[in-house]
């Protein structure tokens, strides 16, 4: 008998430690992390909202030696608007229009 009782004991223990090293595997995340779904073939993905307007950024005022003032700002993208794509190894040219700014012509 004592045999018999011997080895339950033994198959419990092992099985108490299994269980408690099944908890603790090294590498395996707590909390299942949150996947983002994929689209199915076929299925839009949602666009972005358009980004906003830029809005002029002032630079500090440049002094010349004629006593006027350099500076400039930002007023619209006229050719390629902002976020376009192109194919690889495509040429494009960007143009912008500015604002003089400042006292010198």
């Known amino acids: 008998m004592r045999r018999g009782r011997g080895c ?5 223990s ?6 408690i090293l ?3 595997l090294p590498g395996q995340p707590t909390v299942p992390p949150t996947a983002t779904p994929i689209p ?12 906003e307007e830029p809005s002029p950024t002032p630079a ?28 690889p190894n495509t040429p494009f040219t960007k143009t912008w229009r500015l604002r003089n700014t400042g006292t010198c012509t």
């Open 14 to 19: 092992i099985l108490l430690v299994l269980t």
């Open 22 to 24: 099944a908890c603790n």
């Open 40 to 51: 199915e073939t076929g299925q839009a993905t949602p666009t972005p909202p358009p980004p």
């Open 60 to 87: 500090p005022d440049i002094t010349a030696q004629t006593g006027c003032t350099l500076n400039g700002a930002f007023v619209a993208d006229v050719t390629v608007p902002d976020n376009s794509t192109f194919p």
């Open 8 to 12: 339950e004991l033994m198959a419990a």
